[in-house]
């Protein structure tokens, strides 16, 4: 079992930055792919950004490119997720999620693991 917090959710305006923090606690974390998804009001949840434990890769949705970094320190098992220059329709519920290696991380149900999502809100 792989345990997932999710904090640093906020209201902020149109323009401001936010950090995302996933604290992870479990099983071997260098075996998963951590990421992060989000939901808005009414649609799907879509992948955002992920990263490897072990090598530090990371990946992007073309949305989000450019304005949003995903790190990780591995001393404090937490995956981050440094958004700037938010944008109203960056309004969801972001939710960390972690992947065995060598499975496919951008789409929602094939994550193993989820947190219970932190909510970003943007106004304009």
């Known amino acids: 079992q792989v345990q997932l917090v999710e904090s640093g959710g906020g209201l902020v305006q149109a323009g401001d930055s936010l950090r995302l923090s996933c604290a992870a606690s479990?099983?071997?974390?260098?075996?998963?792919?951590m990421a992060w998804f989000r939901q808005a009001p009414g649609k799907e949840r879509e992948f955002v950004a992920a990263?490897?434990?072990?090598?530090?890769?990371?990946y992007y949705a073309d949305s989000v490119k450019g304005r949003f970094t995903i790190s990780r320190d591995i001393a404090k098992n937490t995956v981050y997720l440094q958004m700037n220059s938010l944008k109203p329709e960056d309004t969801a519920v972001y939710y960390c999620?972690?992947?065995?290696?060598?499975?496919?991380?951008?789409?929602?149900?094939?994550?193993?693991?989820w947190g219970k999502g932190t909510l970003v809100t943007v106004s304009s």
């Open positions: 479990g099983r071997t974390l260098s075996n998963y792919r």
């Open positions: 990263i490897s434990w072990g090598g530090g890769n990371t």
């Open positions: 999620a972690a992947v065995t290696l060598g499975r496919a991380y951008i789409y929602a149900h094939g994550m193993d693991y």
